[in-house]
Every structure is written in C-alpha cells, then in structure tokens.
C-alpha cells in the first residue's frame, strides 16, 4: 500500500525547496506530515472525510490546519477531501438533512415538505448553494456535523484495518515462499 501511495505523493523535500512554503517551514517540518505510516495515514483520511463537507472553499484550509495540529499525512488529507465535488455534494447534504430531520424529529409533523434542489448556475453557485442551506435549517446544521464525524470514524477505522489486512496478508506470502 505504501509503495503505491508513494508514486502519487510528493516528496517531504520537494515541498521544502517550494519557495511559496518558505513562510510555513516551521509547521510543515513535522515528519508525520509526509510519512506514511498506518497511524498516518488513517489520520490523514479521517482528517480529510471530516473536512471534505464544509462547504466551498474553506475545506482544503480546513484540512491543512486540521492536518498540521494533529500531525497526520498533509497530503493524503487534502486528496481525500476531493471525494465531494459537484456530483457528490448535493447527495451528502441531502444525507446530512435526513438525518438531522431524523434525529430532531423534524419528520414527526403531519406534513413535511421536502427540500427542493435550486436551480445553480455557476455564475452564482456558491450563493444559491448557501440559500439552499440557510432553507434547510436546523436538520442540516445537526446532520452536517454528525455525517462528517461518522465518515470520519469510519474512514480511519477502515485504512487502519485495510492496512493491517494487507501487513498480514504479505507476513503470510514470506512465511509460505521460505517453507517452500
């Protein structure tokens, strides 16, 4: 897993020697940063599912700085936070909104009305984005956050334990190829 990560990932002296990283040496120097290790990586996966619903823009600074305080891979982190886009947006924020309805009991009412996409234009998209939002109200603002932390946990849970599958899986393969 390692070795293949490797040929996607900058390495940890490419990124000193950017001239536009210079400011940010200090922070950017933690080896955990760019190594990859079980720990880190998962890490860097959780930190970037967590982060890859907050809305617009703010989700790769969200993720850097959320990476460089709990020191987990910067960029495995930021990869992962692309796994929203234009396609897959809307569909977790109507994930996000159901289950929020569901555990405020949003739904209990006699008459429901569901929430209608906009029409987006990419002229104005970040702005309708935000008013549909702002419709959808308090359902979202509590399953925004608690779909992020689940993916988040199920995201790290899951390298951890691909990882470790895959470490015993090679064990195994040496331990049968030095019996033959």
Not at 33 to 49: D, E, F, K, Y
Not at 79 to 86: A, D, E, F, G, Q
Request: with cysteine.
């Amino acid at each position: 897993m390692r070795n293949f990560l490797h040929k996607f990932l900058p390495s940890h002296e490419t990124v000193k020697s950017q001239r536009w990283l210079k400011p940010f040496g200090n922070w950017l120097q933690h080896p955990n940063l760019w190594h990859l290790n079980r720990r880190s990586v998962a890490g860097g996966v959780g930190v970037g599912l967590f982060c890859g619903l907050i809305p617009g823009p703010l989700q790769m600074i969200g993720a850097t700085l959320l990476a460089v305080s709990f020191r987990v891979n910067l960029p495995v982190t930021l990869i992962t936070t692309l796994y929203t886009n234009p396609f897959t947006i809307m569909p977790l924020y109507v994930l996000a909104y159901e289950l929020g309805a569901w555990l405020s009991g949003a739904h209990s009412g006699v008459a429901v009305v569901q929430p209608s996409f906009p029409e987006l234009h990419w002229h104005n998209l970040m702005h309708e984005l935000w008013d549909w939002m702002v419709m959808l109200g308090k359902p979202l603002l509590i399953g925004l956050p608690l779909l992020a932390v689940s993916l988040a946990i199920i995201g790290y849970f899951a390298v951890r334990v691909a990882w470790h599958v895959t470490v015993v899986l090679r064990w195994r393969a040496r331990k049968r190829r030095r019996e033959v």
